[in-house]
């Protein structure tokens, strides 16, 4: 019997022919990512096991994300404990504050991570790997300790649910929507716990490598274990500058077996908002239209790319942010914030009013800069609204697309980014 | 065998309300990460070792138990640090059932365990067939026994002296 891609992945880095779901299996992994707050830990762990070196200096991926620039002095502290224990391992692979990015970003920007491999990160969003082709799967600081003594990781082999996506995009209709809509069609609590989601169809084939890591980011809210999207030419193209490692096409075979199989038509999809607390009461934007806000964010590892701001840039182009909202925009990576200021993005958002922060997880994880007081009203392109996410537990977080964050920052209240200015 | 009282969670009980983000930069250690778990789920646990003070020795949850996506051993190391000895629940979400696992303590799923204990039930666990007790109620519960890897790792202690023992007698990890 064939074989999704996922499944394919875990046997051939298990070094089996076959695998079946609900198998366990220890894989090898390409790469282990881990970051500022719990990369000590992770090292410290790792020394713990009896083990000096770790499995490849090459491919433990270490990044500055949540705590750069450090805000307060406990910090700075965290920031200088974990540099000196990157540096004491020699690891050749660490993005530190002027090379940062969000360590999504940086894993797939950097071609740290490729298609048919699987790929770790002591951070949840780590499923956004799959957008290569990729098995992307976030772990704890017990996993990722193991995997730098022994370059390996234990899975249970998940089945598979497929999602086929037909139908043209909407002009203002971005990958976000579609995360969203799947968000609000699925449900938070159940349908797809374990599970490993497959996105195919046409919808698919003719989404930018941006939109893949949007999508594929976001199955870990979805309760699943990874979110992948089979290499195409799309993703060669993507990879061709960024690694000299090798890889191979990987596609799912024709007879492979699947949980579920959903056919997502997105001719009529528009714009999505998730209402304030959870992620799956979700609803068109033209049910929010006028809703009031305070602030608005965009950045992280689901919408910090040049795609993003590119967007925005031609929404806002000329117009002013409304002078009820604070803004803030946080390109994904350094290298993101250097295109999108090369592009005249960057210029065109100040322009009209918002505020550039320093690539990092910022505003979205609530610890860092840019957070939400009591009685905030949040417009995020982020990927999480529950109670207290940002900051605040009084802070209300309203989930979107960039275009619909654009759009609404310029009249101050939830606006269509389809009709806004006609 | 283990024996004790159960906390029944009213809803769903999400990894960030078990450690709310101000402790996300804690070092993750049972006796650290006890003093504020479950801050964010009642406000009745939100002081100092509230939750920890009641002394309960199961939790009984019903869907998508420590959800909301945050892979942070912290929410573990807080239950156990609590003493926690074993958390039931119609499912789990992954990241924290993964770290269960490897941190030995046991997430047992059992399909309509939530219907029938209330908080400050006496109840006793077996693992090796699975059966839940409610001895205040007099009823029983059938959980899904845990795979042969799942009680190893449990047995060694957690994954982390799993390995390190088979690192130590330069056995293969497969």
């Known amino acids: ?422 | 065998m283990i024996k004790g009282t159960c906390w029944v969670a009213s809803d769903y009980v999400m990894a960030y309300d078990i450690i709310t983000s101000e402790y996300w930069t804690s070092p993750i250690d049972p006796k650290e990460n006890s003093k504020w778990v479950m801050a964010g789920v009642k406000d009745e646990f939100n002081h100092k070792n509230a939750f920890k003070d009641k002394g309960y020795t199961f939790i009984v949850a019903a869907h998508n138990f420590a959800g909301g996506g945050k892979s942070i051993e912290h929410v573990i190391t807080g239950l156990m640090g609590s003493g926690i000895q074993a958390v039931f629940a119609t499912s789990f979400a992954r990241l924290q059932f993964r770290n269960a696992i490897n941190y030995g303590l046991p997430f047992v799923t059992s399909s309509d365990i939530n219907k029938g204990c209330e908080t400050g039930d006496e109840l006793a666990y077996n693992p090796e067939n699975g059966i839940i007790k409610n001895i205040t109620k007099g009823i029983s519960f059938q959980s899904v026994p845990a795979a042969p890897f799942v009680a190893e790792v449990s047995k060694a202690g957690g994954l982390m002296n799993f390995v390190r023992e088979k690192i130590a007698k330069g056995e293969p990890i497969e």
């Open chain 1, 1 to 422: 019997m064939g074989m999704t891609i996922t499944e394919k992945i875990m046997a051939c880095n298990s070094g089996r022919d076959h695998v079946v779901p609900g198998e366990l299996v220890w894989t090898d992994v390409h790469t282990v990512m881990t970051m500022d707050f719990l990369g000590k830990q992770c090292f410290d762990k790792f020394e713990s096991l009896g083990k000096k070196e770790v499995f490849d200096k090459n491919k433990v991926i270490c990044v500055s994300d949540h705590l750069v620039p450090p805000p307060n002095q406990k910090f700075a502290n965290m920031l200088n404990e974990w540099r000196e224990v990157v540096k004491k391992h020699n690891i050749t692979n660490f993005y530190d504050l002027g090379r940062q990015g969000i360590a999504h970003q940086i894993m797939v920007e950097q071609g740290h991570v490729l298609p048919g491999n699987i790929s770790i990160g002591t951070d949840s969003h780590a499923n956004t790997y799959g957008a290569v082709g990729s098995m992307g799967n976030a772990i704890g600081v017990t996993d990722a300790a193991i995997a730098m003594a022994t370059g390996k990781a234990w899975f249970r082999v998940p089945e598979t649910v497929k999602f086929n996506i037909t139908g043209k995009w909407q002009p203002w209709v971005m990958a976000k929507d579609l995360s969203l809509h799947i968000m609000g069609m699925m449900h938070w609590n159940g349908h797809l716990l374990y599970k490993s989601l497959e996105f195919t169809g046409p919808a698919i084939k003719s989404l930018s490598m941006a939109g893949r890591m949007t999508l594929c980011n976001m199955t870990v809210d979805l309760g699943a274990k990874n979110g992948i999207i089979a290499p195409d030419a799309v993703t060669e193209r993507y990879l061709r500058n960024r690694t000299t490692d090798p890889w191979e096409m990987i596609n799912s075979d024709e007879d492979a077996k699947y949980d579920q199989v959903y056919n997502v038509d997105i001719s009529d999809l528009g714009p999505t908002v998730a209402m304030p607390g959870k992620l799956d009461d979700t609803v068109p934007v033209e049910k929010l239209i006028g809703t009031k806000f305070n602030k608005a964010f965009v950045g992280t590892c689901t919408n910090g790319r040049l795609e993003d701001f590119a967007m925005m840039a031609e929404i806002m182009k000329g117009k002013q942010v409304h002078r009820d909202v604070n803004m803030i925009l946080v390109p994904a990576s350094q290298t993101v914030y250097l295109e999108a200021l090369r592009a005249g993005h960057i210029e065109t958002l100040i322009e009209a009013g918002a505020a550039i922060d320093t690539p990092s997880c910022a505003s979205c994880a609530g610890i860092h800069t840019g957070v939400a007081g009591d009685g905030d009203v949040v417009l995020s392109a982020g990927n999480r609204n529950m109670t207290g996410r940002m900051g605040s537990r009084k802070a209300a977080i309203y989930l979107t697309s960039p275009a619909v964050v654009a759009a609404s920052s310029i009249t101050g209240e939830v606006t269509d980014p389809r009709t806004f200015d006609k």
